[in-house]
């Protein structure tokens, strides 16, 4: 590492050191060691499947067809294979110690919990829960990937049509979680963002909220974002490799 990364480490050790009301704030780039793709930037999800087709509300409402192939050949297969990565664990450590608030995380997959965190906000839901529009039962994964080798779009046993637990383009977030973001984002004393590019709102607002009420702002991204010129510290690296130099597992 370069002596600028290493002066930028023991910053973010004294940082986390002195901070105990820690939010970790996770994108598509903290997930990516664990062999998921990110959304933009090259090799992207969305350079390979347009999202305004197979992740967007009105398209799905019309014909889910699109995004019902787009879970079979791409979702499916890399969710169900993907395990968490060094990162996912040194949170979960974070939270042992005591000096992690809260996650928000825009990731669907559910890894986070997976790792064994507790408390975790979804603002952009979760993959691997599938409900009935219509009766609304849930189906895991699994259990959906088996409906659509007999039918696609899958149908419930009610005969209802089924929907991704995840928010897609044109829909709501889940108000509660947005809220229980906002009020972590208020109330932390580091704010901490892990791979995430900031485009996508309200998601991105929260850095923002945070800084706003005195909290200190690190970013740890491969790219730059749009948020650097407010953050205290930025660092342009793997965010998994960071924590993992900056926070021992027990
Ligand atoms: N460590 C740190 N940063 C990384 C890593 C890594 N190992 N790998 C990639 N990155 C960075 C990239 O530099 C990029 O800026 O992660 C960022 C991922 O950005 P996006 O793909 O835009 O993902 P994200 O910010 O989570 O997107 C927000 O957009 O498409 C919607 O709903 C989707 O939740 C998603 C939202």
Not at 7 to 27: C, M, N, Q, Y
Not at 115 to 122: F, N
Request: glycine share 8%.
């Amino acid at each position: 590492m370069t002596s600028s990364n290493d002066g930028k480490i023991s910053e973010l050790k004294k940082i986390i050191a002195t901070s105990d009301k820690i939010v970790a704030f996770t994108g598509a780039g903290f997930s990516a060691e664990s062999g998921i793709s990110t959304f933009r930037g090259a090799g992207g999800l969305w350079s390979r499947y347009d999202p305004n087709i197979y992740a967007n509300i009105n398209i799905f409402m019309q014909d889910s067809s699109y995004y019902w192939n787009f879970f079979k050949d791409e979702r499916y297969p890399v969710i169900k294979k993907a395990k968490p990565n060094d990162g996912h664990y040194v949170l979960v450590e974070l939270e042992k110690l005591g000096k992690l608030y809260r996650v928000i995380t825009q990731n669907i997959d559910g890894l986070h919990q997976v790792a064994g965190q507790s408390d975790v906000i979804e603002l952009h839901g979760n993959t691997r829960k599938i409900y009935c529009l219509n009766c609304e039962k849930t189906y895991n994964l699994d259990e959906t990937y088996k409906l659509l080798q007999k039918e696609l779009p899958p149908k419930c046993s009610c005969g209802g049509n089924l929907k991704p637990g995840t928010i897609l383009f044109g829909e709501p977030l889940p108000q509660a979680a947005l809220e229980m973001a906002r009020i972590a984002a208020q109330n932390c004393d580091l704010f901490l963002v892990l791979g995430s590019s900031l485009v996508v709102y309200p998601a991105a607002s929260m850095p923002r909220i945070a800084k706003n009420n005195g909290a200190t702002l690190v970013i740890i991204n491969i790219d730059p974002t749009p948020m650097d010129e407010i953050a205290d510290l930025v660092i342009n690296n793997s965010a998994s490799k960071i924590l993992s130099t900056v926070i021992k597992r027990g």
